[in-house]
């Protein structure tokens, strides 16, 4: 059973401040990590896709990924109380392409 | 506006009684899928197709049917609906296998 793991929540952090986002795969051949962020009663949308190891950049998002160690990171600079929300990592794999969620983790953002 | 769109948001329904959400998108995606939402859960996928007539299975398939007919539309049946059931279920739909998946707005089952 191949399995997405995030760290366990919730996290709240600051206004301002850096919040960090773990998660962790099992399959070595899996090949596309996404990180989605679903506010409460609404549907996923994407933040973020990484495909190669090393850091993405997109304004106060960064995604890491480091496929030897089989973790994929996300990193919200300045946080704010908008960025309060459920991330939910995915990484597909295999030839099928099916989308793995791990459970997502709760971040909320004090002002 | 390109988007996925899935009918009924919300359904009250009583077991047993065969149910079709149906799912669409306008963006000529060829990959679609089916998840169900359920609290401690996280999101699981039930069904995807890879292209038109091209359907299997995904990790709860079990008391759910899917079609695809054409290439916009992914209904998901549920042919004699549980309690067990009951959860918020979304479409996504992707340009191919490895691309972004766009998720419909989803639909909220509670079943008797």
């Known amino acids: 059973q191949k399995e997405v793991e995030q760290n366990s929540g919730p996290l709240s952090v600051p206004e301002g401040a850096i919040a960090s986002l773990n998660c962790t795969y099992s399959d070595r051949g899996s090949q596309s990590f996404f990180w989605y962020r679903q506010y409460s009663g609404k549907s996923p949308e994407l933040i973020m896709s990484?495909?190669?190891?090393g850091d993405k950049e997109d304004g106060r998002f960064t995604a890491q990924l480091n496929k030897a160690s089989q973790y994929v990171s996300l990193l919200i600079r300045d946080s704010q109380p908008s960025d309060s929300a459920t991330y939910l990592c995915?990484?597909?794999?295999?030839?099928?392409?099916?989308?793995?969620f791990g459970k997502g983790i709760t971040l909320s953002v004090r002002p | 506006e390109a988007q996925v769109t899935q009918n009924p948001r919300y359904l009250i329904t009583v077991t047993g009684k065969k149910l079709t959400v149906t799912c669409s998108q306008n963006m000529n995606h060829e990959y679609m899928s089916w998840y169900r939402q359920d609290p401690g859960l996280g999101l699981r996928q039930i069904y995807y197709?890879?292209?038109?007539?091209?359907?299997d299975k995904g990790d709860v398939p079990e008391g759910y049917k899917v079609s695809r007919k054409e290439k916009r539309n992914f209904p998901l049946i549920l042919e004699s609906p549980s309690p067990n059931q009951t959860s918020l279920y979304f479409c996504a739909s992707s340009l191919g296998v490895y691309e972004t998946q766009y998720f419909g707005p989803g639909t909220r089952l509670l079943v008797l």
């Open positions: 995915a990484v597909k794999t295999g030839a099928n392409s099916k989308l793995t």
């Open positions: 990484i495909y190669s190891n």
């Open positions: 197709s890879m292209n038109v007539e091209v359907t």
